[in-house]
């Protein structure tokens, strides 16, 4: 039997941490009817979607992850448009892991399968290998939602370095996005929020030292509509080789595009990175 659209509002808005945070997938809402709204003045899916759907050589992937799922935005959306992917969908909450079930039911989808569980240190050396993983704004809450006993806030760099090591051997591509505030608490920020420069500096010391080689960056930009611009290729070779050389133009880069008005959400960049463990690279 299939799920109401009742019955999916009461898992999607189930007042949790994470709840009421992506849109339902454009093909969801065209069947059902069924939309939520969410103000994406503050935090989206929308913009992400397009750099996603831009950026993404889907000639290179077969098999993709979407860790941090949440109600599925991303990993649905991708699923129903390109049924030659393979899609797997990591999700800790259990309500939302049953809100992409269900989905998955309804529209028959077969190219999808959705795991109720944390990707943790521990859970990611079981993960079946992928040709992308899909990051976005997790990593920020290890220590929080998740390795409480691996990680406090003194020791998430470190903490950062071996976890993104490790996913280094889980997948040739990923797509990497997280909030500077640790757990999301902006007591707690790991990168002040101002330092946009410092944010991807803090990124490229973290991917440099845990095996990944940063592709291309994006940071948004606001256009009438949130939309993210690709940074300068000559900071990204700078980034990768030392990453404290990219400083002075990463300061300057920034200098040009005020987005001191954006939310903290819209401050985060977005990093598409290359394992170097896949590639032949050197550890
Ligand atoms: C801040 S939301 C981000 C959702 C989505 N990735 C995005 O950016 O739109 C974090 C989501 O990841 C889930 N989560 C947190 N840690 C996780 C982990 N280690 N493995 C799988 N899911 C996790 C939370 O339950 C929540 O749904």
Redesign the pocket.
């Known amino acids: 039997m299939t799920a109401t659209v009742k019955e999916l509002e009461k898992l999607y808005f189930d007042g949790?941490?994470?709840a009421v945070?992506?849109n339902i997938p454009a093909f969801v809402q065209n069947a059902l009817g069924y939309s939520v709204e969410i103000n994406e003045t503050w935090r989206g899916?929308t913009a992400?979607y397009h750099n996603l759907l831009q950026n993404l050589n889907l000639d290179q992937i077969s098999v993709l992850g979407?860790?941090?799922?949440?109600?599925g935005?991303?990993s649905l959306s991708l699923a129903h448009r390109f049924p030659h992917l393979k899609v797997f969908a990591?999700?800790?909450?259990n309500n939302?892991h049953r809100f992409i079930s269900q989905i998955i039911k309804m529209f028959g989808l077969k190219n999808i399968e959705v795991k109720n569980?944390?990707?943790?240190m521990k859970?990611l050396e079981d993960l079946p290998q992928h040709d992308c993983l899909?990051?976005?704004?997790?990593l920020h809450?290890?220590g929080v939602?998740?390795?409480r006993d691996l990680v406090s806030f003194d020791s998430y760099t470190g903490y950062a370095v071996e976890y993104l090591k490790k996913l280094s051997k889980k997948a040739t591509y990923m797509i990497f996005?997280m909030?500077f505030n640790w757990g999301?608490n902006k007591a707690r920020p790991l990168v002040p929020v101002d330092y946009d420069a410092v944010k991807v500096l803090f990124m490229g010391k973290i991917f440099q030292q845990s095996n990944w080689e940063i592709d291309r960056i994006f940071t948004v930009r606001h256009t009438g509509e949130f939309e993210y611009f690709k940074i300068d290729a000559s900071i990204i070779r700078k980034l990768n080789i030392k990453p404290s050389d990219a400083r002075g133009d990463l300061v300057d880069y920034y200098s040009k595009y005020d987005i001191s008005s954006f939310s903290e959400f819209y401050r985060r960049p977005l990093f598409y990175c290359r394992s170097r463990d896949k590639s032949g690279y050197a550890e």
């Open positions: 949790t941490k994470h945070y992506q899916d992400r979407d860790i941090g799922a949440n109600t935005f991303f990591y999700e800790g909450n939302h569980l944390f990707v943790d859970g899909l990051n976005y704004n997790v809450h290890a939602d998740f390795d996005q909030g999301g």
